[in-house]
């Protein structure tokens, strides 16, 4: 990973209080802008033949506006949530910026309405669903994570979000596919780097293998704070499969696809001796240029003890699914 600035000082240390208090007030409003829709916007659907429909009644969701409905998850880890403003200004984006802090204010007015995600190889069922039916697909859940970076960062996000599973059975994939591809959206009018050669091969993708996709830790998240997704997070939706390191949690996800074979993803391409397919989060295996054995947890200091880094992330019932596996090699 491009490390530009490794002694990045979190936002949090350095933004005057009246900024961060200017931005909630305009969250505040937007909340209210927002009610109406957040309103009908999770009502249970199981209806398939309404995922497919363009009639759905949902309209544009402003960021900022609270989610309804939401539900406690037995996954949730009981530790102190980082801020919303660390959680929202401290971000990897580089389709807007290789730098930390940049990707917020750039991806600010990125649009996520309309917005669509298409299902498509080894299934059953190919089709695009429209994101709010997708969101009816299951009841939203909060899903405090620890969401641990590559570079030696991490943070607790309470996230929002749906079981992938639910997308993914709505697919009904075949028996033969084995792996599920996932690919954010291409718009260079609205995303500046995507414009710019030599950053990344456009556009971001990632993958999982499917006992991974189907597990119940692995979402797709919609929101956090119990709010809309901010832009700078991933909004519409945004992969998340906490016991990886962060940057398989693809954002702005506008293909899902059913292959029978790896498939390639981002980071993977640019330094495959750096960034594994599978890319769990492991103390034991550092990355070749830096230890993986402890953490700086953002919103505590620069100064501040490091955190161990836990196997898988401390998620250690999915410990069954690399069974035979050697994670310090096939990493
Ligand atoms: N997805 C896309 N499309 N583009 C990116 O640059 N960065 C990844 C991942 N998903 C990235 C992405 C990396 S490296 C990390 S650590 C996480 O998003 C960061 O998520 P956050 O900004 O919400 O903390």
């Known amino acids: 990973m491009l490390i530009k600035k490794p002694n990045d000082i979190p936002l949090s240390e350095i933004t005057p209080k009246s900024s961060y208090l200017n931005r909630r007030t305009f969250l505040a409003g937007a909340v209210a802008a927002g009610a109406a829709v957040a309103g009908g916007l999770y009502l249970r659907n199981h209806d398939s033949a309404g995922l497919d429909s363009a009639e759905m009644s949902s309209t544009v ?10 539900v406690k998850s037995p996954f949730s880890t009981n530790e102190k949530p980082t801020t919303f403003k660390d959680i929202t200004s401290y ?47 299951s009841a ?5 994570y620890r969401h641990r970076c590559v570079e030696g960062w991490s943070m607790v996000i309470p996230w929002v979000g749906i079981p992938l599973s639910a997308i993914i059975k709505a697919a009904d ?9 996932f690919e954010t ?8 780097n995507q414009k710019r050669s030599g950053v990344l091969d456009w556009p971001y993708v990632e993958g999982l293998r499917m006992d991974e996709a189907m597990h119940p830790l692995t979402i797709l998240a919609v929101g956090l704070y ?6 700078v997070d991933g909004a519409p939706l945004r992969l ?14 506008v293909k899902i696809s059913f292959l029978d074979k790896v498939p390639p993803t981002t980071w993977n391409r640019m330094a495959a001796d750096e960034y594994g397919f599978y890319s769990n989060v492991n103390p034991n295996k550092d990355h070749p240029r830096w230890s993986q054995k402890t953490e700086r947890r953002i919103g505590e200091g620069l100064f501040a003890p490091k955190h161990p880094t836990l196997m898988f992330n401390g998620y250690d019932q999915v410990a069954s699914l690399y069974a035979g596996m050697d994670l310090n090699r096939n990493f």
């Open 226 to 231: 119990d709010e809309v997704l901010p832009n």
């Open 185 to 192: 959206i291409t718009a260079p009018d609205q995303m500046p």
């Open 173 to 181: 994939p075949l028996p033969s596919a084995k792996f599920v591809a």
């Open 140 to 144: 939203p859940e909060e899903r405090i």
């Open 91 to 137: 971000n990897n984006y580089y389709e807007f910026s290789t730098d930390k802090y940049e990707p917020a204010g750039l991806a600010k007015n990125f649009r996520t309405r309309p917005w669509t995600v298409s299902l498509d190889g080894m299934v059953k069922k190919p089709k695009t669903i429209d994101i709010d039916a997708i969101m009816r697909l």
């Open 61 to 70: 969701e402003a960021s900022g506006a609270k989610i309804t409905g939401i």
């Open 240 to 253: 998340v499969c906490p016991w990886k390191y962060g940057f398989k949690g693809c954002k702005a996800i």
